[in-house]
């Protein structure tokens, strides 16, 4: 009795340490649980992604110690340390990775319409197609594909009101867009790396909070789509300090080579591929499952399906900078860093983001800043013409956009100020400055809106008198040479006798003058004894005006 008792605790600890290996040759997405938090717009048993929700079952996530590897036609989980290839996630289709997703995705097992992937974004579609809410956009046209791409960036603050809003700002790359710069759908594969506000669901779960995740989105041989996510999963809190970074080596001669879809220091997804595929019917394909990454984006996106997000409160209040931007083309002698031409979109009348203030703003090369609220719009009256020695009349902005801070000046007319709180301008110029745009910069959580203020400071005009004992009436022109401004017209009617116009600033004129009634025979005289007489009409160039010693007056008769 005692050695059957002992025998049958033998088997039992050996079917145990049979059931303890089997799950340590593949620690799979079901025995790894993401995130929870609050409910997610994605049904059970499905994840939101970039392309819609992925059944879970066609999500792998890969831990540490493992990659994702490409051989003969099928993704597998792969060992790293051994080779060994743990999970077959099943046939891909190599002609599909080469297309733009046209299909729609999945329908949620309550039957709900299709969560259609991006399909053309903002490129004039509305509603819930408009996934992508703003975004930069670059595409390689060089002799070597795009080998590293890399950003920085800071979780941002959280939005003030929380709604069960799920939305995400990623990096990406993608095959190459024969349609660019208008892309009408999304290549695949997507590569990329993700800081998500919201509960996705599924394999990536969240919550009222920031969390960081890489993967990496292809079709399998039946059309579906499959995707393969990093882990752990985890929340970032606020101002953490990323850096995402898609970057490839180890370049094979049938041109595959490895990936590696990361948050450097924190979350990371390895891809690797072998020589050939076979594609759906069989055969074989010599050309790499990921081809040529050549296209990249900077993304602010609302997964289609997710709650509309109708108010800026619901985003965070400050923008989020991308910076320090490198994208690397080529491997070893050949690796070069291009000038990257960021194009920059947003949508417009859309569902998913109908707060319509999202946009971004093209820095440099390196940076493209990403903005939330709506940006500010500034106007002031101009032109302006301000005597020196005199305080002019206070300029006030006209504000119709969003939230201001600050305003700002590189400069003004010498003693003119910006209030940096209220955007007026106050002071007394004391320099004679011909017309010039002076720009005036407004500065708040949506990020700066700019005005060109055309401003002159001159001399103080004179009172010029124009003496008129002629038969015939006078249309005179003071045309301004020395400096930019609108021409003085004046009307000096026939036998009017002395007249004294608007005051005419001092400075430099062509005086032009022509009579009106017949027969026209006056003669013109200016206060300094220079004539001109009746041609008919006549003309005085080089004409100084002032009250010091220049001409002051002048006379018809």
């Known amino acids: 009795m005692k050695r059957q008792l002992t025998k049958l605790l033998l088997l039992l600890f050996a079917a145990a340490l049979t059931i303890f290996n089997g799950c340590k040759k593949d620690v799979n997405h079901q025995t790894v649980s993401a995130i929870k938090g609050s409910s997610s717009p994605a049904p059970d048993g499905y994840t939101m992604t970039s392309v819609g929700l992925i059944p879970d079952s066609n999500i792998t996530l890969i831990e540490s110690g493992y990659k994702l590897s490409f051989v003969n036609g099928h993704a597998y989980k792969m060992h790293i340390a051994t080779g060994r290839l743990v999970r077959d996630l099943g046939k891909v289709m190599p002609g599909g ?6 299909s729609p995705g999945v329908l949620s097992p309550a039957g709900n319409a299709a969560h259609s992937p991006r399909a053309g974004a903002v490129f004039g579609n509305s509603g819930a197609t408009n996934n992508w809410i703003t975004y930069s956009e670059w595409q390689n046209t060089g002799t070597y594909p795009i080998t590293n791409f890399t950003t920085n960036w800071t979780v941002p603050t959280a939005p003030a009101t929380v709604s069960g809003q799920l939305f995400s700002i990623w990096m990406g790359l993608m095959p190459t867009d024969s349609s660019y710069p208008s892309p009408s759908g ?10 998500i506000w919201g509960n996705s669901g599924g394999q990536i779960g969240g919550g009222n909070s920031w969390t960081i995740v890489s993967y990496i989105i292809w079709k399998n041989a039946a059309g579906a789509y499959v995707a393969a996510i990093s882990t752990p999963v985890h929340n970032v809190p606020v101002g953490t300090a990323l850096q995402a970074q898609i970057s490839s ?20 997804l390895t891809v690797s591929e072998g020589a050939t595929l076979n594609n759906a019917a069989g055969g074989t394909v010599a050309a790499p499952f990921i081809p040529a990454l050549n296209y990249a984006c900077e993304v602010l996106e609302i997964p289609t399906g997710s709650p509309y997000i109708t108010s800026s409160s619901e985003y965070p209040y400050n923008g989020v900078p991308l910076t320090s931007t490198v994208v690397t083309t080529g491997f070893g002698s050949n690796a070069t860093n291009p000038y990257v031409s ?12 109908a707060a319509n203030n999202e946009h971004l703003d093209v820095i440099s090369s390196s940076q493209v800043n990403m903005y939330f609220q709506k940006a500010p719009v500034i106007s002031y ?42 955007g007026q301008i106050t002071g007394m110029p004391t320099y004679n400055e011909a017309a010039y745009n002076y720009i005036v910069t407004a500065t708040g959580p949506g990020g700066t809106g700019s005005f060109p203020i055309n401003i002159t400071t001159q001399l103080p005009g004179i009172s010029f008198g124009i003496t008129n004992n002629s038969a015939n009436g006078l249309s005179l022109g003071f045309i301004r040479t020395d400096i930019s401004q609108p021409t003085i017209n004046y009307i000096a009617p026939a036998f009017s006798g002395t007249n004294h116009p608007a005051s005419i600033p001092a400075g430099t004129y062509t005086i032009r003058w022509n009579p009106s009634g017949s027969p026209a025979n006056c003669i013109v005289t200016l206060s300094n004894g220079q004539s001109s007489p009746n041609t008919p009409g006549g003309m005085f160039t080089g004409v100084v005006i002032n009250n010091t010693g220049g001409v002051n007056s002048l006379s018809a008769h």
């Open 381 to 422: 009256p101009s032109p302006d013409y301000y005597n020196i020695n005199t305080n002019i009349t206070p300029l006030n902005v006209t504000s119709t956009g969003g939230i201001i801070n600050s305003y700002a000046t590189s400069f003004l007319p010498s003693n003119l100020v910006v209030n940096a709180t209220t």
């Open 97 to 102: 990775n080469y297309q733009r997703v046209a």
């Open 186 to 195: 999304q290549q695949l594969p997507l590569l990329q790396p993700l800081l």
């Open 342 to 353: 960021w194009i920059s979109s947003s949508a417009s009348g859309l569902a998913n983001g």
């Open 249 to 268: 080596s180890g370049q094979k001669a049938d041109g595959s080579y490895n990936c590696v879809i990361q948050f450097i220091g924190q979350t990371s």
